[in-house]
């Protein structure tokens, strides 16, 4: 084995640092190609072993591989591998290829000294490490975190699972009136079938007695894990709340809200893309940490540890949020929740609104919940509702749901939450208090630096036009802030919806914006309406004023509208209203957007919203006069 170290390992905090002029000891930042890893250094030698492990075909896939190394002292050492591409490509190319954490298990080794010594990654999440591990995250929760803690016990759902405490206890649906306890809350996917779930026309029957050998392996897992922390009642959405009643869905879903906020924990089943996948098994090999011996310089063997990261996306490595991490619903469920624990594929993740930390005690780079707990925090500390609202949108909108009218219900748990900081009225996704502010969004359609097509519209109804549920895909919005503050050059009169739903925060059947702003006309240029690039303002063909479609437009009988799939595209030049909603200044490049909406004439007096744009200019709209604009 290899003795002597190497110049950049005989005093790494001098050569090739990434930060080379910032020297601090406790710290230690390096990126290095992967050939100037030393065969004669023993630490050289370790690193390599460990990335050949993780990434086997590096030398034969790879032009220019490089080695990120992250070392912080008491932690985990974080290693990045990833590939600059061939000599004389692009100099800004850089492809993901693995990462994986480096550390120490029982006593710290002088040789390494700044490896932090970490606990046992277990290779099932139902171990008795994990448990002692889930323990000792309650206990300092409770004694130490004062952003975590509830001023009283809670009052239980108004349909609760009782599970008892032991594998003997019998089952079964409750019905509660203002009794206080603790339970824990379930947060998982449905899958295509549910086999079990409370109807009108069993309950009675669920009521009485649930059989083990009926619920799905999901909800088994739950309950093993229930009766592990000694509680004695879950909520479950399947099971306690009528799936066949619109009423009864309606008016529980609107309480999601306080339901996982108040539960003791939320149990996320990260893992289980359906109901029928457990998530309490042994994991895959690959996810168990492996030991790499190392030979100290007192001639003692010792084991360093290494563990794969669970991140897939090339472009910031997050860790792998599972099927759940992709269901809409699961988001609010988990920005709701005081405590969380993620049962992934690769690891069992603690979260709360103080902390968030894996088994192993490694602090994971980045989660499914994007941190969610700690947004609701910062509103309440003080932080602008309105911006993180944006921000919570922009993540929610990326994930899947199985009924798209669901959009704004699956949301409707946070809506009611940020009502208590913002104190305005919600309309369909937006916030009365802050319009015009809020109807600044705009259709994403690059995503990692690559254009996507526009959609079609749906043929059902979603939301106004106005309104961001109305239309698919990410979204981008306009926030308010001390460098760039926005300046309302229009004025909301008049903003309704109507529902039939008893969620105050649903579904909606209809809604108007009425506003009063100046309105300029405008001719829109589209060469392909499936390319957003090719949507272009002004009459000189040289215009560089780009528009953002909210969808695929065709033209119709002299307007613009929505395309559907029956609708047959071409190119188009047509005139069309625009309206200033405001501006917002750069002050560091001195230069001042302008937000604008485009909208077309429906019938002699309404008008529908196709598009948003931003300009550097207002000559449009010079000398034109103050209008009052009914949209829908």
């Known amino acids: 084995m290899a003795s002597a170290t190497c110049r950049f390992c005989h005093d790494p905090f001098t050569v090739g640092l990434e930060e080379p002029d910032s020297i601090n000891r406790d710290r230690l930042r390096a990126f290095l190609p992967f050939c100037e890893l030393q065969p004669d250094c023993r630490y050289c030698c370790l690193l390599r072993r460990m ?32 590939d600059l591409g061939a000599e004389g490509g692009r100099g ?50 409770f004694e130490l975190h004062g952003r975590c803690r509830r001023p009283s016990e809670p009052l239980l759902p108004r349909r609760i699972l009782s599970v008892g405490r032991s594998d003997t206890d019998n089952i079964r649906l409750v019905e509660v009136n203002d009794q206080i306890g603790t339970y824990a809350a379930l947060s998982h996917c449905w899958g295509t079938s549910q086999p079990i779930r409370t109807l009108t026309t069993n309950i009675a029957q669920i009521k009485r007695h649930i059989p083990w050998e009926s619920l799905q392996s999901v909800f088994r897992d739950a309950i093993r894990v229930c009766r592990r922390l000694g509680l004695a009642y879950i909520w479950i959405d399947t099971l306690c709340i009528l799936q066949d009643n619109k009423e009864d869905w309606d008016l529980e879903s609107s309480k999601m809200c306080q339901y996982y906020e108040n539960a003791y924990i939320t149990i996320s089943a990260t893992a289980s893309p359906s109901s029928f996948v457990p998530f309490l098994k042994e994991r895959a090999i690959k996810w168990r940490a492996q030991a790499f011996p190392f030979e100290c310089s007192d001639g003692k063997s010792i084991n360093i540890f290494a563990r794969r990261d669970s991140g897939k996306s090339d472009d910031d490595h997050k860790e792998d949020p599972g099927a759940l991490g992709s269901r809409a619903w699961a988001l609010q469920e988990t920005l709701l929740s005081k405590r969380v624990l993620y049962f992934t594929e690769s690891e069992l993740v603690w979260e709360c609104r103080s902390c ?60 009611a939450k940020f009502q208590s900081f913002t104190e305005s009225d919600y309309v369909a996704g937006l916030w009365v208090k802050n319009l015009p502010l809020d109807l600044c969004w705009s259709v994403n359609y690059l995503r990692d630096g690559v254009g996507l097509t526009p959609a079609l519209s749906s043929s059902n109804y979603l939301a106004p036009s106005w309104a961001w549920p109305s239309v698919t895909g990410s979204i981008s919005f306009v926030d308010n802030n001390v460098e760039q503050p926005f300046v309302s050059l229009a004025t909301v009169t008049h903003v309704e919806c109507t529902r039939s739903s008893l969620n105050p925060y649903g579904q909606v059947d209809s809604g108007h914006l009425v506003l009063r702003a100046r309105i300029a006309r405008i ?47 071409s190119p188009f030049s047509l005139e069309v209203s625009c309206i200033l909603l405001g501006r917002d200044e750069d002050e560091e490049v001195n230069v001042s957007y302008f937000h604008m909406l485009l909208i077309d004439q429906v019938d002699a007096n309404t008008y529908s ?6 300009l550097d200019s207002d000559e449009y709209f010079v000398e034109k006069p103050e209008q009052t604009v009914f949209i829908i």
């Open 51 to 82: 990335i050949v492990h993780f990434v086997p075909d590096i030398k034969q896939h790879y032009a220019r591989p490089h080695v990120w190394l992250l070392l912080e002292k008491g932690c985990a050492a974080r290693v990045e591998v990833g």
């Open 523 to 569: 001719q829109l240029t589209c060469t392909n309406p499936t390319d957003f690039y090719t949507y272009i303002l002004g009459c000189d063909e040289d215009s560089t004023d780009h528009m953002i479609p909210d969808s695929i437009l065709v033209a119709s009988h002299g307007r613009i509208r929505k395309a559907v799939a029956t609708d047959e595209l």
């Open 609 to 614: 919203r196709f598009g948003y744009t931003a």
């Open 356 to 415: 968030i930390l894996a088994e192993d005690d490694i602090t994971p780079y980045g989660l499914c919940s994007a941190r969610l707990p700690q947004l609701l925090l910062r509103c309440e500390e003080g932080v602008d509702a309105y911006n993180l609202w944006h921000t919570l949108v922009k993540a929610y909108v990326l994930r899947q749901l199985t009924i798209e009218s669901d959009r704004l219900p699956a949301l409707s748990g946070a809506a």
């Open 92 to 141: 800004d190319f850089y492809a993901h290829i693995s990462q994986f954490y480096v550390y120490l298990q029982h006593n710290p080794c002088h040789d390494l000294p700044l490896l932090g010594c970490l606990g046992r990654h277990s290779v099932r999440p139902d171990s008795e490490e994990c448990f002692e591990f889930v323990q000792r995250q309650i206990q300092t929760c």
